[in-house]
């Protein structure tokens, strides 16, 4: 990655400071460890390469070296955002899939934090929090999206199937230009976080509307048909006999039922 095109892209967004890396362990433990030494809003880490990317309940995410992208952006979530961070992983993804959309490219979020291309995964959210007491003190939000084709982990490695922008757009995707338009994104969305057309936009982009999936939460299957979202982002499925089911954050995977 270039940098000085980097700066020059990300130039005219009202980003905190930035600190980009060659190569990092993570740049979510970054960005946690610079929240918690006060880092301003809309701080952002970039790296070019992760050694140890992580997904939720600690699974690996790979980074290969100048094929993706992997970013932490660091929220200092205003008394509004407050009340509503379980919305947090939604703004996220619905600016990935915007930043795809601006491209052509018609994507879906499967809940809670992956967007698919072609219903395989482009690119994984983990966002994790920083505590002061009992408050959210600061959120970081990480975006893994794999750009070149090489960015794919190899299928053994893999829960589900996943596939690159190349893929789609060919190899002349700028890196930069993408990770402009999904921070755009985020920022031109994050004030309508509280709204109802904020859910509203995210259950439209949901894979799988209206099938049978089998969400798997704290070990055990839940089977029914994905409704929608609960106005904390909680999935709705409804069972075989009209019985409504909440699917909250947590241990969840989902998959198609059958
Ligand atoms: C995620 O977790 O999808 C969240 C990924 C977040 C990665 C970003 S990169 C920047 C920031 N810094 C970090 O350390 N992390 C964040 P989860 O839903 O748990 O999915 C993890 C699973 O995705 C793994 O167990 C693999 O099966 C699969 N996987 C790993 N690398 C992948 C890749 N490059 N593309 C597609 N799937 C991948």
Redesign the pocket.
């Known amino acids: 990655m270039n940098q000085n095109e980097l700066k020059k892209a990300l130039s005219k967004l009202p980003l905190g400071d930035v600190r980009y890396f060659e190569s990092i362990?993570?740049?979510?433990?970054e960005?946690l460890a610079w929240a918690t030494g006060g880092a301003r809003d809309l701080s952002l880490v970039i790296?070019d390469e992760?050694t140890?990317?992580?997904?939720?309940?600690d699974?690996?995410?790979?980074?290969p070296k100048g094929t993706?992208?992997?970013?932490?952006l660091i929220l200092r979530p205003t008394d509004g955002e407050k009340s509503h961070l379980s919305r947090i992983v939604g703004l996220a993804a619905l600016a990935v899939a915007d930043s795809l959309r601006t491209r052509g490219l018609v994507s879906q979020i499967k809940w809670p934090?992956?967007v698919l291309l072609n219903g395989r995964?482009?690119?994984?959210?983990?966002v994790e929090s920083v505590w002061s007491g009992d408050e959210v003190d600061g959120l970081v939000i990480?975006?893994?999206m794999?750009v070149l084709k090489e960015?794919?982990?190899s299928a053994e490695?893999?829960?589900?199937p996943?596939t690159s922008l190349e893929e789609s757009l060919g190899p002349h995707v700028e890196r930069e230009k993408v990770l402009h338009d999904i921070l755009a994104g985020l920022i031109a969305l994050r004030p309508h976080l509280g709204s109802d057309s904020f859910i509203a936009s995210w259950e439209k982009a949901l894979a799988f509307r209206g099938e049978q999936v089998q969400p798997e939460q704290d070990g055990s299957l839940i089977t029914g048909k994905l409704i929608g979202l609960e106005s904390d982002g909680s999935l709705r499925l409804v069972d075989e006999a009209g019985k409504s089911i909440t699917v909250r954050f947590g241990d969840v995977?989902l998959r198609p039922g059958k």
């Open positions: 362990g993570s740049t979510n433990n960005a790296a992760q140890a990317g992580r997904g939720r309940l699974r690996k995410w790979f980074t993706a992208l992997a970013i932490s934090n992956d995964k482009v690119a994984g959210i983990l990480g975006i893994g794999n960015a794919v982990p490695l893999l829960f589900f996943a995977r």
